[in-house]
């Protein structure tokens, strides 16, 4: 069963900028470690508001990227970046658990 994960991102409005060069960074990083991105949206109405949309094969497969992203020192930078200029962050699974 494909594993789903939805990532929703508030910043400030002075910081959507950064916002907007780190997600290309980070999507250079999910690419190297083989994560499919299904989709990435900004709110019209609320351009502080990112989602990021992440798809695996299950969630074993997901644990186990994750915790390749954990030790890889690029992921480490830009997660310490993003953190310093978010306000709020959510992470909710889409698939249902079996």
Known sequence: MTFVMLMKTKVR????????ELRSQFNEVYQDHGIEVIGHWTRIDKPTTTYTMTSYADEAEYNEKVQKLKGDERYTKLSA?????RKDFKAKRLT???
């Open 13 to 20: 409005h002075e910081s959507v900028g950064k916002l907007t």
């Open 81 to 85: 970046e993003l953190a310093s200029i």
């Open 96 to 98: 249902p658990a079996e």
